[in-house]
């Protein structure tokens, strides 16, 4: 079974740049997870979905952060402007009940 | 704030011996608990997990200890192996939510 893909693996942008990740969850999860992991933390969630419907993006700086997922399949991540701050692995994750399956992340780097 | 923790953010153990990584946790209310592995430049990826009404439980070469006296939990890696070498995250699930707390860092000496 193929597992969670996250496009693309490494991006540096200087700030107030934007930047955009790509999520393919496993087939048939209706549930979608994004979450943000500064480097020594352990990820925090940003957004979830249950198809393409969010359930809880409580903790999604939403001045700057969006995210979407259309056909409740892939899901796009976007930061703009982007902060020094928000220099972090991005981890994308899905779920069919319980058990949440992680991307490899994407690793964001602002100068 | 997170109400996960880990003790340690470093540990290092012999090739062949056991490891225990520690977790203290601060929300009584939390359905059960997580452990995950990462290594590095991979997503986090389960473990073993426990139910808040269970004291332990064990999987192939890991034991896991929840004591709600205490609010701790440990995961316990038998026979510690190269391939262990990673960070440990324990979780927690509180209201559908997974909530982690700051990791471990175990290094496997050969």
């Known amino acids: 079974e193929a597992g969670v893909a996250q496009s693309p693996r490494y991006k540096i942008i200087e700030k107030r740049q934007s930047v955009a990740f790509w999520c393919n969850p496993i087939?048939?999860?209706?549930?979608l997870y994004w979450y943000q992991q500064i480097l020594g933390q352990g990820p925090k969630l940003l957004i979830q979905?249950?198809?393409?419907?969010?359930?809880?993006d409580s903790q999604l700086p939403k001045d700057r952060f969006s995210a979407e997922r259309l056909k409740g399949v892939d899901s796009t991540l976007k930061i703009q402007p982007a902060k020094l701050e928000d220099s972090a692995v991005y981890l994308c994750?899905?779920?069919?009940?319980?058990?949440?399956?992680f991307g490899p992340g994407t690793r964001l780097t602002v100068t | 704030g997170e109400s996960v923790g880990l003790h340690l953010p470093t540990l290092s153990v012999q090739e062949g011996d056991n490891s225990i990584i520690n977790c203290a946790y601060s929300?009584?209310?939390?359905?059960?608990f997580i452990w995950y592995k990462q290594e590095s430049g991979k997503g986090p990826q389960f473990i073993i997990d426990?139910?808040?009404?269970?004291d332990k439980r064990q999987g192939q070469r890991v034991t896991v200890l929840l004591n709600k006296t205490v609010k701790h939990l440990s995961l316990q890696i038998a026979a510690t192996q190269p391939g262990d070498s990673a960070v440990y995250f324990c979780?927690?699930?509180?209201?559908?939510?997974?909530?982690f707390g700051q990791g471990t860092e175990l290094s496997v000496k050969p």
């Open positions: 994750a899905s779920s069919l009940v319980d058990e949440q399956y």
């Open positions: 087939s048939g999860h209706a549930t």
């Open positions: 979905f249950q198809n393409n419907g969010v359930v809880d």
């Open positions: 929300n009584s209310a939390s359905d059960y």
């Open positions: 426990i139910r808040s009404n269970m």
């Open positions: 979780a927690e699930i509180k209201g559908g939510k997974l909530i």
